[in-house]
């Protein structure tokens, strides 16, 4: 058995917001206790009250969560400078909390200290661990290294499903939260073990301007050739010169692949001739540039909710998780609730949470390994194994 609240209020105050999402979880709960809650919430709360109230109310529960660029759940829909709280209700799964500090100079041994101290949380399912949910400080999300050292702990191809915090301006700092601790720096991590179905479907807003071209010379997320040019001229004679960061993104074709990856572009040098990148691309790689347009956000919106409702283990999934870059948000404008009117379309009466992150996590195929995206809409169904599920 499998059972999720969600919590959203849109009230300005933190004391006032907090109080009324506990109070909309716990009249769902009906005296039940729940394992573990997920937050999102505006930048602009006071965190640590937040997190207080939280856990005065639950205090066994793990937890959670980071700051955004906007919220959707199945309680208001899309907000902006809002909070939600998700809650987990099983008497068969294990869910549980951990993290990984000092991030962006640790990389890898954050990324395991997340996984171990979330594995030493179980019990009764040890080494049954079957996917988790990372939240990371946006900062070098994309070459920290994090996923190696989590890798280390539960396998080169864990699946591991999730963003990095955000907030209204990438010149503000950004928050993740653990338990009762208002962290920056860090990544968290819920970890589900046990009887629990799920599935991932991951899409690009990416609608390509060219053929593809193989990545000829690279290093780390900088790019130095693409073809038989230098990576600068390359953007260029496509787009003219214009912000490489917006509008304009690469997708990536690892090889013997056929699905690909978005990367976006915020940095160029043209006296170098390079250009740098959100994430890294390994030399041999094929690119196509593209642009990130209205359609193709919502169209990859669809698609990434329809490959996991495809992919789902179960009849019907208890709960939703989506993560979508708040890239797409800006491309969007006043028309991003069409996103969550494709959620809703595709998913009525289920109950689901999701924000606008700095980045998406997410295995392009099962079985493979996690990778950092952008410009990307990544859509998480979980619920109990079919042959657990009493609800």
Do not use: W
């Amino acid at each position: 058995m499998l059972k999720v609240f969600v919590g959203h209020s849109e009230d300005a105050l933190a004391t006032y917001a907090v109080n009324e999402v506990v109070e909309q979880v716990k009249s769902s709960l009906a005296g039940a206790q729940p394992r573990a809650g997920i937050v999102f919430c505006s930048v602009d709360f006071d965190h640590a009250e937040i997190l207080s109230v939280i856990r005065e109310n639950f205090p066994a529960m793990a937890l959670a969560g980071c700051t955004t660029d906007g919220e959707l759940s199945s309680g208001i829909g899309f907000a902006e400078d809002s909070l939600i709280l998700m809650v987990f209700v099983s008497d068969k799964l294990e869910i549980c909390a951990g993290v990984g500090r000092d991030a962006a100079r640790r990389g890898g041994a954050a990324g395991r200290e997340a996984a171990a101290t979330a594995r030493a949380g179980l019990s009764r399912y040890v080494k049954e661990e079957r996917f988790a949910i990372i939240l990371t400080d946006p900062l070098n999300a994309g070459v920290s290294d994090i996923d190696k050292g989590i890798q280390e702990v539960f396998g080169r191809t864990f699946p591991i499903i999730g963003g990095a915090s955000a907030a209204h301006s990438k010149k503000r700092k950004t928050f993740q939260f653990y338990n009762g601790e208002v962290l920056t720096d860090s990544v968290v991590m819920l970890l589900f073990a046990g009887p629990v179905a799920f599935s991932c479907g991951i899409m690009g807003g990416h609608s390509p301007m060219g053929p593809k071209e193989p990545v000829t010379k690279a290093e780390d997320n900088v790019l130095y050739r693409i073809g038989d040019q230098p990576a600068v001229d390359y953007f260029h004679k496509y787009i003219g010169n214009y912000d490489l960061f917006m509008n304009y993104c690469l997708a990536v074709y690892e090889q013997d692949r056929d699905s690909f990856y978005v990367r976006s572009a915020p940095f160029s040098d043209v006296d170098r001739g390079t250009v740098t990148l959100n994430g890294r691309v390994s030399k041999g790689a094929m690119v196509q540039i593209g642009t990130a347009d209205k359609n193709s956000v919502i169209r990859s919106c669809n698609e990434s909710i329809r490959r996991a409702l495809e992919a789902y283990p179960g009849a019907r999934p208890a709960a939703a998780l989506f993560f979508s870059c708040a890239g797409r948000k800006m491309i969007m404008g006043t028309q991003i609730v069409q996103e969550l009117q494709t959620v809703q379309r595709h998913l009525p009466d289920i109950p689901f949470a999701g924000f606008y992150c700095y980045g998406e996590f997410g295995p392009l195929e099962k079985g493979s390994p996690y990778l950092f995206h952008g410009t990307t809409f990544v859509t998480l169904l979980l619920g109990a194994a079919e042959e657990d599920d009493e609800g």
